[in-house]
């Protein structure tokens, strides 16, 4: 018959460290957030042979009393919270008082502290979770914290460590998450005696760019929005800088390192019209909201967290990524390269007189001088002109030069040269305008003078007299013939130049197959994108330099105009240094 005993303290410290201390990352984990819970302005990481050996913490935080220190090291002691009001509404980055008694329960361990205006520092050693008689210690002032030998008196553990390259991977990783997090502390990283990280205190935007790279700096836009007691804030990566897996997101609540189902999700969302297939955004992003608003005490890692309103952080999280990448081009050329402006010593007529006229439609067909069109006037002023005129303001996309085998618009800017996928980015012009009249109500309706007929199947003839008001909504008139013979008498007038046929055929199979409802809701945008991508302009179709200009700017005020609906880019910017260097002008 079994027997209902007590287990030892020593063998409860060696069971949670199992779920806190999972590798020498877990460790450095703890005692990081530690030191920022101590409020240091300056940490420093030592590690030797990917932390297995040794790592240490130091800090010039608070300290810890001499005569706390022994009871530190006991398991549920803290001095962060006091009672289950305290619990639910946590500041801190520790709360529980199990991370240093888990460590030096498997490890052995030096805690060495002098508090401010104390004569001299002190120091316990703990072996195993054996806990030595208190020293006196010189420190100059905070704490340090030494583990050696993580997992040496339980081998069975030690033997699921990977090697000392992947251990410091991991810790580094963890290093990176906790510098990210407080960018008003310094923080410092070795690792075999070699300097890794020096990261002295400053600005966010500084420290991302350390620490995620230059690339993803200079294609991030900065946001900060406030909605009640939320607040976002931080930087994310726009469509331009993807990523193939998920190893550069970095999302924080209250200062909290997590990764949330329900945050991803909200992010997903917001880049879901942007992104192309399975690529991934960069970001490092803040939430910041009331401690009683969040649950922090629902995984020992505390990497996850539970919302007392899911539902509002959730659109909160949406509606403010979303309004930050749906910034049109023109609004974001604050964030662009920082380049000095080449003048543009090209005017053509068209150019100078684009700017005092509304956008053209693309239909508009127009000679074009080719000569200046490419050239300009090669400073002749016009008869009127003097030289002291003022050159028009150069628009981000520039000003169109001509189109390169069908498929591209060539256009020159301030910086150099842009190009532009004519139809990628028509794509992306109609699709933004279809939603914005479907939101509206308002998709205008364009009767085909002479109606089209086709041959359908009868769950397409089904389809089109079951959600006549639906096909409406969108701006559509689809009318049975016979039992297999539909036809179309109006189109959205957004797609007037599509072809009616396959128009009616993709809308009809998405009808009978998905219902109104959700092709309304769930997967309006979806069908939103199919209908833009058969009604904006195909390759080889020949534009006149008055329609890529029309073009150009109407990428410039439209919402995410950078990607089209399926993720790739719409333009690309080469500028004159690039294009110096690509001809080796100067050398």
Known sequence: ??????????????????????????????????????GAGEIGVTLMQGGIKQLRVADDGVGIAGEELALALARHATSKIASLPDLESVNSLGFRGEALASIAAVSRLTLTSRRRGERHAWKVEAAGGVVAGLQPAALESGTAVEVLDLYFNTPARRKFLKTEATEYGHCEEMFRRIALSRTDIGFSLQHNSRKVWHLPAGAMERRAATLLGDEFSAAAIVLDERAGNLRLWGMASLPGFTRGGRDAQYFYVNGRFVRDKLIAHAIREAYKDILHHDRHPAFALFLETEPEGVDVNVHPTKIEVRFRDGRAVHQFIFHALNKALSAPIRARQAHASSQPPRPVTSAAPEQAAYTRQQAMPLGVAERTNLYETLFGRLGKPEPGETAQTVEPEIPPLGFALGQLHGVYILAQNAKGMVVVDMHAAHERVTYEKLKTALDGRAVAMQPLLIPVSFHAGVLDVAAAEEHGA???????????????TLAVRALPALLADADPVLLARDLLKELHESGAAQVLAERRNELLATLACHGSVRANRKLTVPEMNALLREMEATERADQCNHGRPTWREVTMDELDKLFMRGK
């Open 470 to 484: 639906a096909l409406a909504a969108l701006g559509f008139d689809i009318a049975a013939l016979s039992p297999t």
């Open 1 to 38: 018959m079994s027997v209902i005993r007590l287990l030892p303290d020593l063998l409860i410290n060696q069971i949670a460290a199992g779920e806190v201390v999972e590798r020498p990352a877990s460790a450095l984990k703890e005692l990081l957030e530690n030191s920022v819970d101590a």
